[in-house]
Nanobody, 117 residues
Framework: QVQLVESGGGLVQAGGSLRLSCAAS????????IGWYRRAPGKQREFVAR???????NYADSVKGRFTISRDNAKNTAYLQMNSLKPEDTAVYYC???????????WGKGTLVTVSS
């Protein structure tokens, strides 16, 4: 079992920055990839970014060049640095991890990011 707690969301003006954190507890040694997803009001959840256990990364086209995902395995924490935020980035952001050889997934409860124009 892995528990995930996101933090760092809030209200920011367009063009501003926020850094989200995802703190993991439980069977953290088995965590492989860590991802961030988001769900905007009235829309389906969508992929934002992912970092593998080997720290290779990939991003949604909509955030490429503005967001950076990273992880600190010693702290069992992943981060999403979000720069040049746009109103369309407004969403609840969720942390996701894949664990073990079977890739079991766990989700956090999310943190709300609101970008005002």
């Amino acid at each position: 079992q892995v528990q995930l707690v996101e933090s760092g969301g809030g209200l920011v003006q367009a063009g501003g920055s926020l850094r989200l954190s995802c703190a993991a507890s439980g069977s953290t040694a088995s965590i492989n990839a860590i991802g961030w997803y988001r769900r905007a009001p009235g829309k389906q959840r969508e992929f934002v970014a992912r970092i593998s256990s080997g720290v290779s990364t990939n991003y949604a086209d909509s955030v490429k060049g503005r967001f950076t995902i990273s992880r600190d395995n010693a702290k069992n924490t992943a981060y999403l640095q979000m720069n040049s935020l746009k109103p369309e980035d407004t969403a609840v952001y969720y942390c996701n991890v894949m664990v073990g050889v079977y890739g079991m997934e766990y989700w956090g409860k999310g943190t709300l990011v609101t970008v005002s124009s």
